[in-house]
């Protein structure tokens, strides 16, 4: 009998502790801007296109491109920046290097044509 006392009560610590609550992210815009004067690349997430329009006309940016998104693919990519040992300075403002540019464009992030032009590999088989 006590047995079965246990085992309920384990179950119920066991339950209990794998209830996750789903979080919540708000889908937006992800972006990034380029600042010629300072040379460097900003990446950030705006609700709306409005909130983008104003944050471009604040900074004197270029929006190099947007795309749809969340707030998780953000804080995701400023961790794996982080893990290469990309370093930003506050804002998530990124000294501009054709690196970061690429680590971007292979990271799915909107980054354009303009700056970055990716290499295309051609393969030629040759029939012996």
Known sequence: MALKKINKEYRKFISSSLILAPQKSKLGIVYTLYSDRLNSIEVGFAENDNVLKKKVLQSDSILLDK?????????????ILNELDINFSSKLNFRYSNILMRHLSTLGWPVGRSLYKQRKIKKELSFA
Do not use: Y
């Open 67 to 79: 795309k749809k998104g969340k707030e998780q693919d953000l804080n995701l990519l400023i961790k």
